[in-house]
């Protein structure tokens, strides 16, 4: 194997920073890594907020920087002859950036407890949309609001990437979902479970969606307020998870004066629940869905498109054909 490989770096981390196609080195494995040769690579808000300084920025090391967290791919390399997973199998997962260089790349080193098989109903392209997008999703919906029968759920930007998995889930396990969204994506957030939509160009969710248990804050207080806001709907004792890092400072404080739980979220790449994500993705339960696909070389475009909002679902970069 080549000891360099094609990859989309950034040279500095920076409002004025873009993505270039670039040589860098192969990654090596160690300890319990697996080498995946990436076929394709999910766009997720961090990577572009990291491109531009925030995000996980802070802990870049050195430049060039691979960015990308999620791949679906090829296995190269395994730890042990007799490991589960096998040179030639069919994966996806999460890298872990920037301790190690992303898959925006040919090849990404990732710990195999951050890899599964990928679904058997989903291509690469949409298999590699799924990791960071449903495994936050899970997280908020499932480990920490514990959705249920009859519980009532208001999830912002219902149509985005995690959005549009909290909805999945959250209706999946019996909740009634509302989710805020713009008047085009109504019949599409209908598809997916909610049982109302809310459109915030013309309606304040606060004043028509009435007492509810669960408010999955998706936007923070970053535009409108959104998370101050959603207390106001929370039933005494309810819980706020809110998932985009920095978006709303104060909310502990703000949530603790009025009687309400809050937390954040922060993903973990965790392989057993990606495992639980085929199942459902393989039942027909639930869908990923992919609004563009790039190649590799015009990654700054996906980024700029990202950068626009209104994203239904995810975007994705091929970084290589399909294996014959």
Known sequence: MAETMRALVIDEAGEGSTLRLGEVPRPDRVLDEVIVRVIAAGVNPIDRKTKLGKGVA????????????????????????????????????????????????????????????????????????????????????????????????????????????????????????????????????????????????????????????????????????????????????????????????TMAEEAEARGIRATGYVVSPDARTLTVLSRLIDDGALRVHVDGEFPLAEGEEAHRRLGEGHVRGKLVLRVAPDPA
């Open 58 to 249: 802070a802990a870049i090391a050195s430049f060039p920087a691979v960015l990308g967290f999620d791949f679906a791919g090829i296995v190269e390399e395994v730890p042990y002859a007799a490991h589960p997973l096998r040179p030639g199998d069919r994966v996806y997962g999460m890298a872990r950036v920037p301790r190690l260089p992303g898959s925006y790349a040919e090849y990404v080193s990732v710990s195999s407890l951050s890899v599964a098989p990928m679904p058997l109903a989903a291509s690469f392209v949409e298999a590699a949309a799924v990791p960071c997008a449903a495994l936050t999703a899970w997280g908020a919906v499932v480990d920490v609001a514990r959705a249920h029968d009859g519980q009532r759920m208001l999830i912002h930007a219902g149509s985005g990437g995690v959005g549009h998995v909290a909805v999945q889930l959250a209706s999946y396990f019996g909740a009634h979902v509302t989710a805020t969204g713009s008047p085009r994506n109504a019949e599409f957030l209908a598809s997916l479970g909610a049982a109302r939509v809310v459109d915030y160009t013309s309606e304040r969710f606060e004043e028509v969606v009435g007492e509810q248990d669960v408010v999955i804050d998706l936007i923070g207080n970053v535009a409108d307020d959104t998370g101050s806001r959603s207390l106001d709907v929370l039933r005494r004792g309810g819980l706020i998870v809110n998932v985009p890092t920095k978006s709303w400072p």
